[in-house]
Nanobody, 115 residues
Framework: VQLQASGGGLVQAGGSLRLSCQASGTTLRAVVMGWYRQAPGKERELVATIYGGGTINYSDSVKGRFTISRDRSGNTVALRMNSLEPEDTAVYYC??????????WGQGTQVTVSS
């Protein structure tokens, strides 16, 4: 099972980006999918998660600006990021967990927000 993330880039403060992550190698629905990020010199932190039943969690720093969603198959997760701030600059990683295989990480995609 692999995760492939895409959609990062460079944007000015106040702009928007959309990240997407697709799981391959299985048709089983992930129990949970989410996004994490790691800024230079900082630990990886949770951005948002979405469970198969629909429960969504956001970090306080992105509430009201970011929206996480999953497709009907349950194995593609997207993150819509609005009103981006320089503090959102980081490498963003998607993550998914299955009952059978545990957790998997995507390769990371760089998001850079210029002031």
């Amino acid at each position: 099972v692999q995760l492939q993330a895409s959609g990062g880039g460079l944007v000015q403060a106040g702009g928007s980006l959309r990240l997407s992550c697709q799981a391959s190698g299985t048709t089983l629905r992930a129990v949970v999918m989410g996004w994490y990020r790691q800024a230079p010199g900082k630990e990886r932190e949770l951005v948002a998660t979405i469970y198969g039943g629909g429960t969504i969690n956001y970090s306080d720093s992105v509430k009201g600006r970011f929206t996480i969603s999953r497709d009907r198959s349950g194995n593609t997760v997207a993150l819509r990021m609005n009103s981006l701030e320089p503090e959102d600059t980081a490498v963003y990683y998607c993550n998914a967990a299955w009952t059978n295989w545990g957790s998997r990480w995507g390769q990371g995609t760089q998001v850079t927000v210029s002031s």
